[in-house]
Structures are given as structure tokens and as C-alpha cells.
């Protein structure tokens, strides 16, 4: 009994020792030898790839940028002052990627895609590479639907269209996160989701307009990617492409996507000085070589889709800071080069009032008349040459000459149309009012109205409209044209007739 026993357990053993296999696991391990400001120098990864992710002893993630003869630059997401000269460093054989999907819709995350709301974790299994390539030249649509900012002179005089790339650009306070701020309000209950990208900006900023977007409903369709200013420079560096590769997933589902980039002006400050750090050779104002095609692989990701493809969007609104007004500094002229019009804006017309301080000289967009509805087309067509002639006129009478009756035309004309195209900052107007108003101004109804008196009697014409003239406006809103111009203006001159009755009495 006890020897079959023993046999039985001596065949268990013998047949576990057969079965027994050994995994061998190679992994590829190298040595920090340098250490500081964002960058490490590590050698020993003799086979690892340029963008590779590689993982440190404590945890934190790095980037591999130079591959040179004796080590590999690698850059750190995240802190660096507990990784130290000496501690190991593994391949992870991926290249970066971050979370994407419907959970990020609402939330606020950092460039690599962790939640820093405090709402606890993104739960999706979805991720996407950081850099992805373009669509090529047949994967694209021409830009033919109209992206409305509720901004009157941006959509009346530089429109926006699905999946075009509009530079918005000007110095400091100038009011530029503000009309992106606007455009994003605007998209409300029309399918478009939004991604804003805070590059170096100060938390506390980032915070107070988290709560703008929340107080106007906006968060609701809202994605808010932050590198603030107090992280090392490869969070900013990186943070417009994890926010790209965000909107990627909604594009190619076939989703309208408006992505702002707030500003790359410290996206490529950031990539400077990582390349100087890196000793990457330094060329015009310190920039390395291929700072032009930092901004470039970015914006061309922004298209138009076929419809073979879904028909989805990406529209993006990039924002760079100039210095004294100068658009033709480096930074800015790359940018210029890459987008499809700029929105430039002006200290002197902010600082005397005039809000948005859009330069209508200066101010283009390449895409024009196909990114607006057929209504705004009509009303908006001679407004860039009756401003521009009013800023020629404007500084001509400055001289004291005496002027003609249509010099005076002109000129009257200029400061109903300047007044017309002021709006109060998070006020976008659908585009039924704006169609209206320009309407107004363009056929002569304002021409009699005192300037004090302008935004009274366009807020009264709205009100009026809404509740004598509904179908007028549906008609606008969906079919996208004036029904009845006749009749519109019709309309127009009786309730300005009421107006100027009222305000004499």
C-alpha cells in the first residue's frame, strides 16, 4: 500500500518535472548617466527608436529624442528630481499614445491624458498614438460647411469652416483666448465637440476658464488638455499633439471637431529649449532647424474628411503671440505659411474700444465665401471695403479738410459699421441675428440712427424678431437664406421707425 503510494507520487513529480517550462524574458536595460532640466542621457539602449517610450527606475516615463553614437536624449514627462545618475532605464517598445474616446468628454486632463479634475479615472480602453500622419490629399473634402464663432466681424469678414486651420494672432491682451473662448461657447447644442490645449499658461488661469466653460454649458461637449507653465518644458511640448490625437478619434468617427491650440508660440519656446538642452544645433533666434515642422506635422492633421472616410472634421483655431505687432517674426510667419487665414488683432482698436480688435486689413481667410451660408454671403459682401475705406477716410479727415456729402456718407456709414461689429466678450449670437443686423446695416436702415444709440436698437430688433418675425429667422437658421429681401427690409425700417418714436418720446 505505502510503496504504491510513493509510485504515484513519484510519477506526479516526474511528469511535473516534464511539463515544466522556462519563459525567458530579454529586455533591453540602459543607465542614466546625465540628469537635469527635463533631460536625460541615457547609454546601453543600443536599439531603441526615435519617439520610443522608455520607463525609469521610479516609474516615470521618458521620451527618446536624440539617438547618438555613445547614449540616447531622452526627454521626462513629468517630474525628474528623484531619477538619479545610475538608475536603470527599460525599453518599453511602444511610442507613446494617451487615452481617447467619449469618457474625456467634460473632463480636464494633462498631456499624457490623466485626469487632474479630481472626478477620479477616464474609464475607456481606448488609446491613440500622440503623432499620427495626415490625411493625404484624396482622404479630404474642400472645406463647404460654415463653422460659426457667434463672433459677427469674424464670421461677417474672415468665416470659418469645417476642417480649415485659422490663425488667431496678436499681442498680449488682446483679447485672442476670448474669441476661441466664444467660438466654443458658440457650438452649443449644434454636434460639434471641442478640445481646448493650455500650453505654459498659469493654473489658476486655466481653472477660472474651466469655469466659464462650465457656467455657459460648455463642458458638456468639452475637452480641456493642460501643461501649465509650472511643468517641465515636454508636457507643453507635447501637449497639442495628445489633444490632436483626442479630437483624431471623433474625426474619423465621423464627428465635428473644433480643436483651439492656446498658443504655440510656448509650444515652440518649449521645444527650444529642449533642443538646446539636448544640444541640438541652435539656428535663427535660438530654434532648432525643424521648428517649422513642429507646427506643420501638427496643423496638417486638420482636414475635411471624404465621405468614404465618415465626412468628419477637424477644425483648428491656433493661437501665437506676437511681440510690438511684428506678424513677420519667425514664429509667426511659420504659422501663417501653414494655416488658411489669419485673424489678426490690433492693441490701438482694443485699447480705444473696439472689441474684437479685428484688423480688417490684416485679417484674411483663404477659405472665404465657401465656408458661409448663402444669407451672410449677401450681407457680409461689401463690408471689408466699406471698412477698409472708412479707416482710409477716418485718418484723411484728420487733416480738417471740408468734406463732401458722400465723403460724409462714407464716413458715417464706417462708424455705424465699427459700432455694428463691437460685441461684449461670451456673447455669440446665432446666426439669424447676425444675418439681421447686417442686413440693417448694409441697406441703409442705421444710416439714421445716432451711434450712442446702435446697441440699443439692435437688442430691441432682435426681441422684435424673435417675437413678431420667428419664420424669418427659422428661414434663416435653416435653409440658410433671406426669404423675402423686401419684405425683410420692410420690416427693418418699421420697427426703426418705432424705435426713433420711442426714444423721442
Known sequence: MMETEMNTITDKIRKKIQSFETEQMIEEVGEVS???????????????????????ENGAYGMAQNLERNDVGVIIFGTYENIHEGETVKRTGRILDVPVGEALIGRVVDALGRPIDGLGPIETTKRRPVENEAPGVMDRKSVHQSLATGLKVVDALVPIGKGQRELIIGDRKTGKTSIAIDAIINQKGKDTLCIYVAIGQKESTVKTLVETLK?????????????????????????PYSGTAMAEEFMYAGRDVLIVYDDLSKQAAAYREISLLLRRPPGREAYPGDVFYLHSRLLERSAKLNDALGGGSLTALPIIETQAGDISAYIPTNVISITDGQIFLESDLFNSGVRPGLSAGLSVSRVGGSAQIKAMKKVSGTLRIDLASYRELEAFTQFGSDLDMATQKKLNRGKRTVEVLKQGIHQPLPIEHQVSILFALTHGVLDSIPIEKIKDFEKGLYQHLEYEHSDILTAIREQEVIPDEEEFYTILDKYKTIFMYEGSK
Open 34 to 56: 546625465f540628469i537635469g532640466d527635463g533631460i536625460a542621457r541615457v547609454i546601453g539602449l543600443t536599439n531603441v527608436m526615435a519617439g520610443e517610450l522608455v520607463q525609469f
Open 215 to 239: 457656467r455657459y454649458g460648455a463642458m458638456d461637449y468639452t475637452t480641456v488638455v493642460s501643461a501649465s507653465a509650472s511643468q517641465p518644458a515636454p508636457m507643453p511640448y507635447i501637449a
